[in-house]
């Protein structure tokens, strides 16, 4: 993602064939770079505000320290004060803490308003309420995947990640080395002065940050509305026939809240089980009654440690769900990640999905989505804030290069000219269906942009003169 120009001025029309080409893919990476850079610095942005709150404070209050005192109390009687402190609660979720001497978080519905209530898991001592999902987390989230605009703003981040990876790959292409140059390239000059200083930075940090920033698009595009929730993650979701259960009407999205994802993406698109069956292994045992505290207490037994979370069912079909996965903060592997459906009636074990059970891309996007968000630990969280900083700056820089660029400071866009007679013309074309194939919402902008550059810029003189 590097903006390069050549060190003089020729007119396209009379450069060398590779200078053609360069010229082209020059044109096409500032044209891209118009629409990315504003949601590239966005994105980085918004991912930092989530990363250092859910590092600070949490995402729902999970941080808020206890003096250890003895054994923990039941849940049962945690559950009791938490929906006691809710006029009209209805208990609908309890989150573990992750360490002895942090609060027990319990989430409890009042008609259409869900809470967050820290419990003292010692003393049952209210610590704190707050409103699910309503933190600056939570509108960073919501900036971050929609702009506040729904599935309109799902789908122009869509396609802003989708340029973005022609942004790269033309980028890559400008930067690689030539001339001698040599692994040179991957040090900035920093000797230069002026246009140039910000040439070699720009181009040096986007080399490096090139490789990661693929990673991240896809991570993110992989939940987006078109590629993501209509392409890969219904070819990769977790089949429900593998269930030992007749499975629901309900998907395991209906767990989330809102727009904020909270459900393994390899989960998300698949049918919950159903109770009321004679299906399902063996699981709490026999004449054990199915309460929250010895749901509690089998989560336990069969390997839940520290921090996981426990839903509650949801009318006559639903089940409890045991979970633990990266991207809610359960633990820092997402080797680790587990769901597991009990029959609220039996209390048997209906499904017993583990990161081992998931397909190759949704194995891919349990570590790509607790990567991306920085669930792995403080070298993740380190190496993604220096990553975010640095597509700030390469978008910045390549901005400020546009602006130092433009001739007599024309009023105009100083776009780099187009040659003529491109010689590698078919390839281009099949680069370009490969990318409308790969990205369809990065495909119909492309086409649409060809078409305006065809029909009406290239044939109004006002207009190419604008554009040039």
């Not at 599935?151 to 396609?159: K, L, P, S």
């Not at 986007?206 to 993501?228: K, Y």
């Not at 017993?352 to 570590?367: E, H, R, T």
């Amino acid at each position: 993602m590097v903006s390069i120009d050549p060190t003089q001025a020729p007119v396209a029309e009379s450069t060398t064939s590779s200078n053609k080409f360069y010229f082209a893919a020059w044109r096409w990476h500032f044209y891209a770079g118009l629409y990315v850079i504003p949601f590239l610095i966005m994105l980085a942005l918004t991912g930092l505000i989530m990363l250092w709150v859910s590092v600070i404070a949490g995402r729902d209050g999970e941080w808020i320290a206890v003096e250890p005192n003895g054994v923990p109390m039941a849940v049962s009687v945690l559950s009791e004060a938490a929906v006691d402190a809710v006029p009209d609660g209805k208990l609908v979720q309890y989150v573990a803490p992750r360490a002895d001497d942090l609060a027990a978080i319990l989430r409890v519905d009042s008609g259409a308003d869900a809470v967050m209530v820290a419990v003292n898991p010692y003393t049952a001592e209210i610590l704190a309420e707050m409103p699910r999902r309503e933190g600056w987390y939570d509108f960073a989230n919501k900036v971050h995947g929609t702009l506040l605009l729904g599935v309109t703003g799902d789908r122009m981040i869509e396609i802003a990640a989708s340029l973005a990876m022609v942004l790269i790959a033309t980028g890559l292409y400008l930067w690689w080395p030539r001339g001698g140059q040599g692994v040179r390239v991957l040090v900035p000059n920093l000797a230069a002065r002026g246009r140039a200083l910000w040439k070699t930075l720009h181009a040096t940090v986007g080399a490096w940050i090139s490789l990661l920033l693929v990673l991240f698009l896809i991570s993110g595009l992989s939940w987006a509305g078109i590629w993501g929730e209509k392409f890969v993650q219904a070819w990769s979701t977790f089949p429900a026939e593998k269930y030992a259960a007749p499975a629901s009407d309900s998907i395991h999205a209906s767990m989330n809240h809102g727009a904020i994802k909270e459900v393994p993406w390899a989960l998300e698109q698949t049918p919950m089980p159903a109770s009321g069956s004679d299906s399902g292994a063996r699981g709490l045992a026999d004449g054990m009654p199915v309460t929250l505290d010895t749901v509690t207490a089998f989560a336990r037994q069969i390997g839940f440690e520290n921090r996981f979370q426990l839903n509650l069912p949801n009318g006559k079909e639903g089940v409890w769900t045991i979970s633990r996965d990266t991207m809610s903060n359960d633990s820092t592997s997402p080797t680790n990640d587990r769901t597991v459906h009990i029959d609220q009636y039996t209390g048997k074990i209906l499904a017993d999905v583990k990161f081992a059970d998931y397909s190759v891309y949704g194995k891919g996007m349990a570590v790509g989505i607790a990567f991306h968000e920085g669930d792995m630990g403080l070298w993740n969280i380190v190496l993604n804030t220096v990553f975010c900083l640095s597509v700030i700056f390469v978008s910045v820089s390549g901005a400020v290069m546009w602006w130092m660029r433009r001739p007599n400071k024309a009023k105009r866009l100083a776009a780099p000219p187009m040659p003529r007679d491109m010689p590698q013309w078919k390839g281009a074309i099949v680069v370009g269906l490969l990318v409308s194939l790969a990205f369809p919402m990065a495909g119909v902008t492309l086409l649409a942009v060809l078409a305006l550059d065809f029909v009406v810029i290239s044939r109004i003189p006002a207009m190419r003169r604008a554009f040039s």
